[in-house]
């Protein structure tokens, strides 16, 4: 049921809207600008143009911009498993490795290399307890552990040789969402809007959803570093409003709301007149973007209007389920991550360029066989149920689905003790670990790297973060390398330094 | 087998791309850009502009318009001309007391402060307001907080656990002193990179070293210790780079810079400067007032002491005299003691072993003190041999951790406050010198004289390593722990031994000193300490002035009325003044110097050539201080601090008065703040920046002065109405044809709405507040391991500078208006302007708070009219009247608030909170909340114009 208020607050806001629309062209009279400045014989059309194109740009910096080439995808979710899930447990196979179970790694293997925890002289190998078995067509081979991403199989492609240089998750979780393990850079959502602008006009165009605990990178994975805020991700809540400060004052009604911008709007306009300054403009379409984001937020997370067996297929109203979980819970997880899934979807379809799921932690150095499973049922049924909804509504061609994390995890049992003995936990491992997308334009059904017999380096086909990220800005109609801003004296991108495109992977 | 093994891809290219490589190369061999590496730089960036000498050139003799003939003024104007535009006219006065108020204080002029200004005939009226503003202490807060973003400041380790750094705020309360005292730019430079090498540096100086000292610290599980200290060695040397020289230098820790004349040997040259600025902590005076009142306390509470302790020892020369009475008693005792009584020798060690760098200093009393490196965990291996063991055996081990004035908080444990953790006890004995496991004596029991709660003494012998025997809160004091072996340990001759203390808690929870013992016998003795048996079975001829005392020592504990003396005396110490000193971070010179060497591509595991201090050949000559202690690694980080603030070096200046100059027009004369490089921009009024850096220099780097010298000016006096006309030829304002308007940054939208609303507190410094938080905002961070609670009274109305700020979790209301996230140094914010700013400040319980002060403040006007209301909000926000229109559309929001809140009298009340005024209905208030809110929202309000 919607309230009173609400009602009354959607009347105003497509009022608003069309007033907006209608009586002063584009906006609040910026294209009017120019125009009215000419009339007045105070401008030169040439000179009009150019103050136009000056408030253009300072009025909407999220206005869609042109592609570098036509592009597949409109929109991402970006589902960000944050703790770095096994790969060997849910989507690598490794028999050897279980023929292994119990054996030490040869010496030579083991003195380059660094563990968190491990204590490497005494570190056994550790099969995976779980079974695998194949999938659609494609016969794709994954965890008893995700049957409903199972079910999908033919949608996604699944990548396996993945690795990274960071190793502990701060860095790393850095390096995958701004393509360094390095403080102050802008996110991939906030490149994406920086270099796509948002479709939509009453929401944000990057969103985040958080489930589960904090991540070890907490609201640093989604800022826009040296990029104005504008391209930060805003942090939709499960509690409470779903963007902060979005309820008037207690006793404030939306009535008195609208009338209040009026009167703002009333002065900044005369300000407007008087000074001349496009940020003017820039400031009063801000505050009617906000008061039509205070009708949009709120519809857009009722969920009331979605039929019943499309809520249970992503289940929204699944319980917790009995025993472990410590690492990945926090309150009614299940449900939360659930709804998540679905806020993407509706997200998407309102405009919403970038929307990262995040979901913590995976960061299993103990007790796999409890709490993997836990995670894993978490967010199988939903993301499955995800790709499923996209698909049924057309809209899984031009929203790109990732499935992604900053490393993978040890072949090798966690003996934090010391003993010679295999554990139930494996340590971090960024020499090779595994992600899956789907839609986007890109190929279903296909399995792509291949790590070696024990899951722990890469033998065909490795993929780089920078490669992974430099694809899906393909997939977006933008070239990696002319994505660029200026800071410091230096062109920074998302790939840093690096980044390949990988054609194969191109439906 | 498994083939084909490998850690990641080995193809270099890889990274690159190859095509694009290869693209790369085709396009530097055809000249079109310039390939990587030093032979290739741009042949021209040595002469780049910005290493040149400070261009002296006389300010031209140019009148343009209302332009006076400040120097500054005369250098705008001849741009202007030469481009044929005008100047703008001088702001009204209004505007000016409003932008100077906003650029220097950081809050608005009162009303009565405006009418004062706009009234004053006075040809210097506009000087005195300058003056003024400059000596408020507001404006080291306002000019701090332009520090502090350069600084990285903030209250959190950053990272993954981010923990709290208690403390920090000291560092910005000695950046808001150093700018409200006008601490000279040169000094302000040397004490904040070199304080602590100073002759004679006081705390104050060494405090000032916390500018590098907020570098982030990960204490993530599992981390290299060594990868993160050269990360924020490298930001050190980043952030002074991009501070003092405006360059990139962070583009040559991998590789010679590809645009600037820098080539990574250099870098490293910097970098060895840093490389032995260690991570330290320092005791700071809490105030001066506390210092001294500790000074008049202390000397009271010593006098008292004295006494006590002359009285003590007069006790003790009387025992002294009769000596040989009380030994004989001892004697008499001792006969009595059965055969096997429990009995403990102390153990001299063969070899002491534990990580690299932990070194063991034998004591006199045959305790160790453990001192070197100290490692985040201990184990400590001692070897030894003993006859002891023959039969009837050795029946235990006794382990006593000792205080020491060496240790931190005096011990007996290495971590700051003193405690430790011993995980495990291993005892090994043989008859061979090789010990295995299959030597290990199994241990029964273990008793300690004190245990911390959930750190029991028999946690040091159980299996696990998560458990162990801890002290908390008895620091500064030795305690011991009993170990008995589970049946007596019997080896006839000498026997071989080890003993293992396991220490595996983590954070330096080691013991920093010990002494072990065997023991031997099982029947409860008298109590009588081993060292006394033995100096009373000795030769009482031979007898040393030691044994003596401590003889006398163990008599006098046994005398009742010496032992109260004691017991008085240790009470009167307890009542001892508390220091009036705190902890802070700081940086502190390395006492043995770290060889630097090239780290290649920038990576810590893969160290090139040494290197020793050295700074950019491309710049002046850098000279070592003449007693320097540091010759040999090529100075030190105040040798380097003087070479930036030499008069020589055109830089430093240049770069500074660009940062002022931007904070008092929106952008810099080069508009690249944080890019004088090659890369960088041109300055749009050369001659101007350099007349600005040699004037600089000239007032011996005095902010204040050089802020005055700007602000006097008539460019910096112009309106900054837009001229629609110079759209096309001036679109960005780079002849400086008008003032500029720029949205305030997030802390000052905070601070404007309180201080025009009354609620501000006036108060400046001290620890950091926690203004109201939205719930869910902390719990973002890692585990949700951080709780806010929420500041009362005052503290919830600061200014927002003060505000907690957690690096992964800072507050949205700051981040929301483009504060810098403070991971790294900030040069210059962006100014965006995005709907959630637009909800922050209708709807954010801040805002909504000030709306509702500031609304019974209008409301308990004595003049009972709109108007006059309206006028005085105006006056408080916009340091104006209001304009008719906006009376009429403030008068029109009235009049429908009152209309709805007229029969909704509950909503009224909410609305109102707690700010109903006197006198008034629920509505009336209500309606002004509404108009309030208005107000603190227009754009005029949070534009500095």
Known sequence: MRSRQQEATERLAAHTRREFLNTSASGLGLAGLGAALTADGLLSPRTARAADAIAASATNPLAPKPTHFSPKAKSCIFIFMAGAPSHIDLFDPKPELNKRHGQPLPKSMLDKVRFAFIKKDNALLQGSPFKFAKHGQSGMELSELVPHIGSVADDILLVRGLHSEQFNHHPGQLMMQCGRGAFGLPTMGSWLTYGLGSESQNLPGYVVLTSGRGSSGGATLWQSGFLPSVHAGVLFRGQGEPVLNLKNPAGLPPELQRAGLDTLRDVNQGRYAEVRDPEIASRIAAYELAFRMQTAAPELIDLSSEPKHLLESYGVERPEPKGKGGRGKQGDTYKSFARNCLLARRMVERGVRFVNIVYASWDHHSNIPNELPYNAGCVDQPIAALIKDLKQRGMLDETMVVWGTEFGRTPLGENRSGKREVGTGRDHHPFSFSMFMAGGGFKGGMTWGKTDDIGWGVEENDVHINDLHATMLHQFGLDHLRLTHRFQGRDFRLTDVGGEVVYEWLA | MWSGFRLVSARPWRRLGRPHALLMIALAAAGWIPLVGAESRPSDSAEHWAYQSLHSAEPPTVQVGPFSDHPVDRFVAARLRSADVAPSPRAPRHVLIKRLSYDLIGLPPTPAEVEAFVNDKSPDAYEKLVDRLLASPHFGERWGRHWLDKARYADSDGYEKDRPRANAWRYRDWVIAAINNDMPFDQFTIEQLAG??????????????????????????????????????????????????????????????????MSQREYFQLYAFFNNGDEANTSVPKSVAAQSQYATLKKQHDAKVAA?????????????????????????????????????????????????????????????????SNPAKGQYTLWFKSDLAASPGVTGLRIETLADKRLPSNGPGRVQHGNFVLSDVRFYAATTPKL????????????????????????????????????????????????????????????????????????????????????TGSEPNDGMPGPIVNILKGDATKRTAKQRDTLLDYVASRDKSYAELSKELDALKKQAPASPNMTVRVIAQRGSPRQTRVLIRGDFLRPGDPVTGGTLNVMHKFELRADGPTVKLGGDRLDLAHWLVDPANPLTPRVAVNHVWKHLFGHGLVRTVDDFGVRGEKPTHPQLLDWLAAEFIRLKWSRKALIKTIVMSQTYQQSSKHRPELAER????????????????????????????????????????????????????????????????????????????????????????????????????????????????????????????????????????????????????????????????????LETSRSWYATRSDDAKKLVGGYQPEGVSPAEAAAWVVAARVMLNMDEFLTRE
């Open chain 2, 196 to 261: 602590d090498l100073l002759p004679g540096a006081t705390p104050m100086q060494r405090l000032a070293t916390a500018f590098h000292r907020q570098t982030l610290t990960n204490t993530e599980g599992g981390t290299d210790k060594e990868e993160f200290r050269v990360a924020a060695v490298f930001d050190r040397v980043n952030t002074t780079g991009a501070i003092w020289m405006g360059l990139t230098v962070a583009c040559a820790q991998c590789h010679d810079h590809k645009y600037d004349a």
């Open chain 2, 308 to 372: 006590l302790e002359s009285k003590r020892s007069a006790r003790r020369n009387a025992l002294l005299a009769e000596l040989d009475k009380h030994e004989a008693a001892l004697r008499a005792q001792l006969a009595k003691r059965p055969a096997n009584a429990v009995a403990f020798h102390p153990i001299t060690f063969d070899k002491l072993e534990a990580s690299e760098g932990v070194r063991f200093d034998r004591q006199d009393d045959g305790s160790y003190l453990v001192t070197g």
């Open chain 2, 436 to 519: 295995d496991k299959n030597h290990r004596v199994a241990l029964k029991s273990a008793k300690a004289d004190f245990a911390q709660d959930n750190w029991p003494a028999a946690a040091a012998i159980d299996p696990k390593l998560d458990t162990g025997w801890a002290v908390g809160p008895q620091f500064g004091k030795p305690h011991h722990i009993d170990i008995t072996t589970t049946k007596p340990l019997i080896i006839n001759g000498t026997a071989h031994m080890q003993v293992v203390l396991d220490q595996q808690y983590g954070s330096q929870h080691t013991i920093g000193r010990f002494r072990v013992s065997l023991r």
């Open chain 2, 730 to 893: 001036d679109p960005e304002n780079r002849l400086l044809h008008r003032q500029n308007r720029f949205r305030v940054e997030a802390e000052i939208v905070r601070d404007l709405a309180l201080s025009a609303s009354g609620l501000l507190s006036d108060k400046v410094g001290g620890p950091s507040v926690y203004p109201p938080l939205p719930a869910g905002i902390a719990s973002l961070s890692y585990a949700n391991n951080f709780k806010w609670n929420t500041s009362k009274g005052e503290d919830r109305f600061r200014r927002g500078m003060y505000t907690f700020f957690k690096r992964t979790s800072p507050h949205p209301n700051l981040l929301t208006f483009d504060c810098p996230d403070s991971n790294t140094s900030n040069l210059t914010r962006n100014i965006s302007n995005t709907p959630l700013m637009a909800l922050t400040t209708l709807n954010n319980i801040t805002f909504v708070e000030a709306s509702q002060a500031l609304a019974k403040r209008l409301v308990s006007r004595a003049a009972n009219n709109d108007v006059d209301r309206l006028q005085h909000g105006f006056n408080l926000t916009v340091a104006r009247d209001p304009a008719p229109h906006e009376v009429e559309s403030f008068s029109k929001l």
